[in-house]
């Protein structure tokens, strides 16, 4: 059997910014229905890869392919439309809104245009769109666990809360593909819990593919199909949690003295 071609590839991506070059020929694939993190040291590209991907950076050189068609030159909105959605590493909500109208902002697009939306509500359309929408909505609402504060005024909640009504924002324009800055940035232990079983759940209930960058090892190794690790820009490593955990140049680059530790077992230890 043919196996399915992939959701999103990024085929040999370099981007450079004057005289530093932030990505290198950087090529990877994410499976259609997999959680696939990017993970490496601080300046490793791992921002600049995603934002070659949501359109906010081209690539200086390389494509994108999402979902059999080359969006390298694509707008950032018109990638949102097809299906390609976002949260970011800071939060990126409208504080003085409602939880509710957070969410509902980013449907807009679903709905039809103004001037339909107009003419189909005089002809009795516009409700049952409305409704749906609506129900799509709370549905969102229940499995993020958020009913609690759909009311309250979204800059007055924790940050932990804040961080999964951005997720539901995200998830309410119903992408293909969802990229995940830095989901657990900040959060207290529980927390991250709680978000790690909400992307699994995203993952395998909703069948949403996730591209995540997190700092959090644990986690990533956890809750991944596959993970990609870069170093300074350039692609050093990319399998199974287990095979990248076991990759010596990973361990090198990304744990740092991991080699040192297994050498020095005649030294006595000093941590
Ligand atoms: N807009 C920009 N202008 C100039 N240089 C940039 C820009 N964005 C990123 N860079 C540079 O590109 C390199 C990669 O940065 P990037 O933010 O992608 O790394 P990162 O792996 O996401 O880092 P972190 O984990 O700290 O978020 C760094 O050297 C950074 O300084």
Same mark, same amino acid.
């Given at each position: 059997?043919?196996? @399915? ?19 290198? #020929? ?9 959680? /696939? ?13 995603? %934002? ?7 690539? =200086? ?14 707008? =950032? ?21 409602? &939880?509710?109208? %957070? ?7 679903? +709905? ?16 049952? $769109?409305?409704? =749906? ?5 709370? @549905?969102?609402? #229940?499995? +993020? ?10 800059? =007055? ?7 999964? &009504? $951005? ?14 800055? $830095?989901?657990?940035?900040?959060? %207290? ?8 079983? /909400?992307?699994? #759940? ?11 960058? $997190? ?13 990609? &690790?870069?170093? /300074? ?39």
């Amino acid at each position: 059997m043919e196996a @399915e071609a992939p959701i999103l590839v990024a085929d040999r991506v370099s981007l450079r910014f004057g005289g530093v070059r932030a990505l290198t #020929d950087v090529a990877f694939d994410v499976r259609r229905g997999e959680i /696939f993190s990017i993970i490496g040291p601080n300046g490793a590209g791992k921002t600049s890869m995603v %934002n070659c991907v949501s359109g906010r950076y081209r690539p =200086t050189e390389g494509r994108i392919l999402f979902d059999g068609r080359d969006i390298t030159r694509t707008s =950032t909105s018109r990638r949102a439309a097809l299906g390609i959605g976002r949260t970011f590493q800071n939060l990126a909500l409208f504080g003085h809104m409602t &939880v509710l109208d %957070n969410i509902m902002v980013g449907r807009h697009h679903l +709905l039809r245009s103004g001037f339909v939306r107009g003419m189909a509500y005089w002809l009795g359309g516009a409700q049952r $769109e409305e409704l =749906t929408h609506r129900r799509e909505v709370e @549905e969102i609402i #229940d499995f +993020l666990e958020i009913q609690h504060v759909r009311k309250a005024i979204a800059g =007055t909640l924790s940050y932990g809360l804040r961080k999964r &009504v $951005e997720l539901a924002r995200a998830v309410a324009v119903k992408p293909k593909l969802i990229l995940l800055d $830095e989901p657990m940035a900040g959060m %207290n232990l529980e927390e991250k819990e709680d978000m790690a079983r /909400f992307i699994v #759940d995203l993952n395998e209930e909703w069948g949403m593919t996730v591209l995540m960058i $997190e700092h959090d090892m644990g986690v990533v190794m956890d809750i991944s199909h596959r993970v990609m &690790v870069l170093d /300074f820009g350039k692609r050093i490593a990319a399998g199974t949690p287990a095979e990248v955990l076991a990759d010596p140049h990973v361990r090198r680059a990304y744990l740092g003295e991991a080699d040192e530790v297994v050498h020095d077992e005649s030294e006595p230890a000093t941590a």
